[in-house]
T-cell receptor, first 112, second 112 residues
Framework: DSGVTQTPKHLITATGQRVTLRCSPR?????VYWYQQSLDQGLQFLIQYYNGEERAKGNILERFSAQQFPDLHSELNLSSLELGDSALYFC???????????FGEGSRLTVL | AQTVTQSQPEMSVQEAETVTLSCTYD???????LFWYKQPPSRQMILVIR??????QNATENRFSVNFQKAAKSFSLKISDSQLGDAAMYFC?????????FGAGTILRVKS
């Protein structure tokens, strides 16, 4: 158990819909990262927050947005969903902006 | 651009034997970290070993060790006394400037 909690574990929805994935980092960790793992593109870095502020941005689509709240939990919002958004979305946390990452178990999104 | 290349899509090893997984990377940064992560069928991402680029000594964690060749930008993982529980997807990763970039992964199969 890494200490990082992601909900929901599984989510099935339809194209065009919007979903929110939630992540609670390990106690004391200030950094939260979001990654997308799909079959054809491996693990892609989406975005990182540190203590509530966006720190780094990767290949995150404009249809996707994220934020980190004062209690340090983070949410990843995916809108206008397409079939290609089906993937495993990982959240990870670390104490420092460039520290060792601890991953949650992921949220598996299926878009039908 | 920072890239990580794992040239072996799949490897097999006999139980109790040794296997080496290859990883090369490209970065213009002078300060960075390298990691090996393991992803078993449960899909949980588990940190195996970490190497700071400024350290010349190769990192070791029990049966896992790395061969870090900074000039060649090579970071291979050696697993000694392979066990059935080592069967997983292994990802090499490069961390720089708050971003963690992953290679495509190597599937390791362990034969009994």
């Amino acid at each position: 158990d890494s200490g990082v909690t992601q909900t929901p574990k599984h989510l099935i929805t339809a194209t065009g819909q919007r979903v929110t994935l939630r992540c609670s980092p390990r106690s004391g960790d200030l950094s939260v990262y979001w990654y997308q793992q799909s079959l054809d593109q491996g693990l892609q870095f989406l975005i990182q927050y540190y203590n509530g502020e966006e720190r780094a941005k990767g290949n995150i689509l404009e249809r996707f947005s994220a934020q980190q709240f004062p209690d340090l939990h983070s949410e990843l919002n995916l809108s206008s969903l397409e079939l290609g958004d089906s993937a495993l979305y990982f959240c990870a946390s670390s104490v420092e902006p460039a520290g060792e990452l601890f991953f949650g178990e992921g949220s598996r999104l299926t878009v039908l | 651009a920072q890239t990580v290349t794992q040239s072996q899509p799949e490897m097999s090893v006999q139980e109790a034997e040794t296997v080496t997984l290859s990883c090369t990377y490209d970065t213009s940064e002078s300060d960075y970290y390298l990691f090996w992560y393991k992803q078993p069928p449960s899909r949980q991402m588990i940190l195996v070993i970490r190497q700071e680029a400024y350290k010349q000594q190769n990192a070791t964690e029990n049966r896992f060790s790395v061969n870090f060749q900074k000039a060649a930008k090579s970071f291979s993982l050696k697993i000694s006394d392979s066990q059935l529980g080592d069967a997983a997807m292994y990802f090499c990763a490069l961390e720089y400037g708050n971003k963690l970039v992953f290679g495509a992964g190597t599937i390791l199969r362990v034969k009994s």
